[in-house]
């Protein structure tokens, strides 16, 4: 199995910026994919960004597209979200995600295609 753990949510006003890490452990998942996605009270959890293992293929959904950068140190077993122009809509609790990929450079983007998940983090976003 294995394991992510979150870090770096918080509380930030509107505008500001945060930057949350995701570090891996456990079984290795090379070549694997690594995305965040977050979940809102009552909604659905929902994609952000993914990067593939190479680093060099990123997709991001269209609310954040612009805002966040995906991005992953490989030798640190991290993977890490900055999250620019923050908005009140941002506010969610934030989940990492890994499964095997059939390349270096495949991406995914929706939850059923990954095998692992962190605990979460949680961003308040304040107006």
């Known amino acids: 199995q294995v394991q992510l753990v979150e870090s770096g949510g918080g509380l930030v006003q509107a505008g500001g910026s945060l930057r949350l890490s995701c570090v891996a452990s456990?079984?290795?998942?090379?070549?694997?994919?690594m995305g965040w996605f977050r979940q809102a009270p009552e909604k659905e959890r929902e994609f952000v960004a993914g990067?593939?293992?190479?680093?060099?293929?990123?997709y991001y959904a269209d609310s954040v597209k612009g805002r966040f950068t995906i991005s992953r140190d490989n030798a640190k077993n991290t993977v890490y979200l900055l999250m620019n122009s923050l908005k009140p809509e941002d506010t969610a609790v934030y989940y990492c995600?890994?499964?095997?990929?059939?390349?270096?450079?495949?991406?995914?983007?929706?939850?059923?295609?990954?095998?692992?998940w962190g605990q979460g983090t949680q961003v308040t976003v304040s107006s």
């Open positions: 995600a890994a499964t095997p990929g059939y390349s270096g450079s495949v991406i995914y983007s929706s939850k059923s295609q990954y095998s692992y």
């Open positions: 990067i593939s293992w190479s680093g060099g293929s990123t």
């Open positions: 456990g079984r290795s998942l090379r070549p694997y994919v």
